[in-house]
């Protein structure tokens, strides 16, 4: 049988008898992993492999390994990153030194993702802050303005997939400008859409042709005044699917986030009834994690398409010396501070 659209967290270390049974009944297309699931290379790996195997498949498995402050693999069992404007102060020096070092993170961090069976990272973001926005992008972004942010991203993108990982696009069309933390109350954005079109979601239309992307909790007033991205039919068909040109699989971010307003049910409805092609929930409770199952019906017509195309890029990890190329790193950023 086909998966279902969705994607779901696990509640802790191991699986509950309850989460085995759930994922072989409910079939999501994929999981996630977060910091609650991780303990050391032994306890993920065991817990890839048993959630795998109750979902019946080679189903994705995600984790957000970005560096700096979103980083669910953590010393010291795995390498600290840095955040994404690191590589953006080496750019303003050297823009190839810049883009150089994010391939040669990125590809660092496939390394470790790829040990543990971790195949999609949620990274890179083509986000681009704005001064007076909320904190929650603010040095994870790769720079301010859409050509540099675009370059890197497309950099880190390119890390990871030589590594065998496939990335995700976030937040589309754009979560820099947005005034609020979206995990926990509704961002609205003002701007006009030449602006947004000239800013926050230029940096986004280079990246059109990556593998997968995640959606936005963010009001954009100048196209939909009530409805965020990831619910907006009008968000996704003109701006997502139109103006950016993103074809990949489109999931939206996490449905338990405050942005959303409804039950758990009803933002997974309007999340697929506005063209998101699967739907991320990534808290781990069980009632939710039903609730979501209850309203994702199985992959089919245009977004199954997407899935089995985005699977389809991964490929097997390029060779590479770790000890060299962590060295070589590591130089790279040493230079970058100073």
């Not at 492999?49 to 970005?66: K, N, Y």
């Not at 890029?313 to 070589?328: C, H, M, N, T, Y």
Request: proline fraction near 6%.
């Amino acid at each position: 049988m086909a998966p279902r659209a969705f994607i779901t967290g696990l509640s802790g270390l191991t699986l509950t008898a309850e989460e085995r049974a759930f994922l072989r009944e409910a079939r999501p297309w994929g999981l996630i992993l977060f910091k609650r699931n991780i303990q050391d290379k032994t306890q993920v790996t065991d817990l890839v492999h048993e959630a795998l195997h109750e979902v019946g498949g080679d189903a994705p498995v995600l984790i957000d390994q970005e560096g700096g402050r979103v980083q669910r693999l953590q010393p010291p069992h795995w390498p600290a990153y840095p955040p994404g404007a690191a590589y953006g102060r080496i750019h303003d020096r050297d823009p190839e030194a810049g883009l150089a070092a994010a391939r040669l993170g990125a590809r660092l961090i496939s390394a470790d993702l790829a040990e543990l069976g971790i195949n999609v990272d949620c990274l890179p973001l083509a986000d681009v802050p704005v001064s007076g926005a909320d904190n929650v992008i603010g040095d994870r972004a790769y720079g301010e303005t859409p050509d540099k942010v675009a370059a890197i991203a497309l950099a880190v993108a390119e890390g990871l997939m030589a590594g065998g990982v496939l990335p995700v696009l976030k937040h589309i069309p754009g979560h820099g400008r947005a005034n609020a933390d979206s995990h926990e109350r509704l961002p609205v954005v003002h701007a006009s859409r030449a602006t947004l079109e000239a800013t926050d979601f230029a940096a986004f239309r280079p990246l059109k042709r990556l593998p997968l992307a995640m959606t936005a909790h963010v009001v954009f007033t100048a196209f939909d005044p009530v409805s965020p991205a990831t619910t907006s039919a009008t968000m996704i068909g003109q701006v997502i699917r139109g103006f950016i040109g993103f074809d990949g699989l489109l999931m939206s971010d996490d449905v338990s986030m405050g942005a959303l307003s409804g039950s758990i049910a009803e933002r997974t409805r309007a999340s697929l009834a506005a063209g998101c092609d699967v739907v991320l929930h990534c808290n781990g409770n069980l009632d939710e994690m039903r609730a979501v199952a209850s309203e994702a019906p199985e992959l089919s017509g245009e977004a199954a398409r997407r899935a089995a195309a985005a699977l389809a890029v991964r490929k097997s990890p390029s060779g590479i010396d770790l000890a060299a190329a962590r060295r070589e790193f590591a130089a790279m950023m040493q230079t970058g501070i100073a």
